[in-house]
């Protein structure tokens, strides 16, 4: 199909043989478009309008290739919930990098089909999942945050087999790349320092151009990926986002965020939320985050030790150092997140507090999470009960004061507070109805609900369906991988 304008490259298996399977997706039987991303399509300079939508579907199920697609499953390890496990692509394939004017991006399609490295995986998807994961990604993307991209789904005309049986889908996902920390942690088990140099080299080159004159390549690529993954953790504390499953199979070096299981944002405040109904001991939890992502960091430092340097100690320390720097990092950034949110500028002493006093009234109350912020953007606090307590009342006169002390003008402090705190989130009652109407075959209210999210910061009439809690027989307190 070369009228799509795919541009292909497939530098992934330079890598040698150790780092992936070639394989063809398994073909389906009945592949019909449910969603295509026009704008991303447009971005990636790529052009569909020239296909019937039959063979879109047939692109996007992967049982016709596009022209320069050699399609092949990933290798890689990865802690899951602390254990250490050979992993894969164990039901992706990608069909190889798509070089834009601007940039490289993996096109990567997902539930389609067995790979070496399913286990006791069927290799597939149900609709249900790869819808949320186009809504969830899709979503983060407007909120500003980096992240993989959905392109496509498509429903594939068969059915898998979960507690029950749900319709087949596939999702086509885009990405600076899919190399993980697990990637490295595979890489490091082989015991070969040429495939972990080779990696490393490969990484540098795609990501980070840059480091190519630094002295020490491992340490520099560490530093540079525990500052990016700090940067990530604060856009998701911002939004109220809780991934759910950070393996470190489930953390890349390019700093999007990645697969989209059982993730949520949380409505009221409270730090231990979880959502994914696999993490029974809260290892995921929303407030937990920050320290998971420096315990991954902590894994990618062990797997590249013997790169940055012989001597074995020198290297333990050298790494050491970065990983014990990631909490200062993120704190420094994370301080200056909350401040953004409430609308202060410069540094004051207090502001910490400030901060930790609000959150813990939030949480005391169950305020919501993002209303919260929106409402002391907008400085109406009119109809909510709690906004009448003494405790708030209070918290206001010094958030006030505070806010006298900034050097820059109100509409400045207005304008970043409404860039900082979203006006709609997709919350999980609202996606979860979505996902029930499509599997149904009802589409009209997932097209409704992608429009809606894709000016967050806005302020609308029409928002308001999506900005509300949800009612006590709404309200979801699981999420499901459903893989
Ligand atoms: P995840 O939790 O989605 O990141 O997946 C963890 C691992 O399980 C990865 O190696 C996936 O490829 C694999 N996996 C997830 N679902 C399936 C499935 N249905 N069939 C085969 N492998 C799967
Ligand atoms: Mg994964």
């Not at 069909?95 to 089909?113: C, F, M, N, P």
């Not at 080159?205 to 604060?234: C, F, G």
């Not at 949380?266 to 995921?284: C, E, K, L, N």
């Not at 997932?446 to 949800?470: M, N, R, T, V, W």
Request: net charge neutral; aromatic share 10%.
């Amino acid at each position: 199909m070369k009228e799509c304008n795919f541009n292909f490259q497939n530098t992934y298996s330079t890598l040698g043989q150790e780092f992936y399977t070639h394989l063809h997706p398994a073909p389906v039987p009945m592949p019909e478009m449910v969603v295509l991303n026009e704008a991303l399509a447009e971005f990636l300079d790529l052009d569909f309008s020239g296909i019937t939508s039959q063979q879109k579907a047939a692109l996007f199920s992967g049982n016709s290739l596009p022209e320069g697609a050699e399609p092949l499953s990933q290798a890689y390890a990865g802690h899951q919930f602390g254990h250490l496990a050979m992993l894969g692509d164990g039901r992706a394939h990608l069909l190889g990098e798509h070089v834009t004017r601007a940039k490289k991006y993996d096109i990567q399609l997902k539930g389609s089909g067995r790979t070496p490295y399913s286990r006791s995986g069927d290799g597939k998807a149900a609709l249900g999942p790869m819808l949320r994961e186009y809504i969830i990604s899709e979503a983060m993307h407007s909120l500003g945050i980096p992240t993989t991209r959905s392109l496509a789904v498509v429903s594939s005309g068969e059915q898998v087999f979960r507690e029950s049986p749900l319709p087949g889908a596939i999702l086509t996902r885009v990405a600076a790349s899919h190399i993980r920390v697990g990637t490295f942690q595979y890489a490091a088990i082989q015991k070969d320092i040429n495939l972990l140099q080779r990696l490393l080299d490969f990484t540098i080159k795609r990501h980070e151009p840059q480091l190519n004159n630094t002295e020490n390549k491992a340490l520099a690529l560490l530093e540079t990926v525990a500052e990016r993954q700090a940067d990530l953790i604060v856009h998701w504390m911002r939004v109220g986002f809780i991934h759910g499953v950070m393996n470190t199979d489930n953390m890349t070096l390019s700093g999007e965020t990645i697969d989209y299981g059982p993730c949520a944002f949380m409505d009221a405040y409270h730090p231990d939320t979880v959502f994914s109904s696999i993490d029974q001991m809260g290892r995921y939890a929303y407030g937990n985050q920050p320290k998971i992502a420096q315990w991954n960091i902590a894994r990618l430092a062990e797997a590249l030790l013997p790169l940055i340097d012989t001597n074995p100690d020198k290297s333990v320390k050298l790494a050491e150092k970065i990983v014990l720097n990631f909490m200062n990092i993120y704190e420094t950034k994370w301080l200056d997140m909350m401040r953004a949110k409430l609308g202060l500028s410069g540094w004051h002493k207090d502001d910490e507090k400030l901060i930790s006093d609000l959150l813990n009234w939030m949480d005391k109350n169950q305020a919501d999470y993002t209303n919260t912020f929106r409402d002391l953007g907008m400085a109406v606090f009119s109809e909510k009960n709690y906004y009448k307590n003494k405790e708030f009342k209070s918290w206001k006169v010094r958030w006030i004061a505070r806010q006298q002390k900034n050097k820059t003008n109100n509409e400045a402090v207005l304008r970043l507070m409404k860039n900082t705190n979203p006006a709609v989130i997709p919350r999980n009652h609202n996606v979860e109805k979505v996902l029930k109407l499509s599997e149904e075959g009802n589409f009209k209210y997932l097209f409704k609900l992608l429009e809606i999210l894709k000016d967050p910061y806005k302020e609308a009439p029409h928002l308001s369906e999506y900005q509300g809690l949800p009612e006590p027989d709404e309200r979801v307190y699981q999420t499901f991988c459903g893989t």
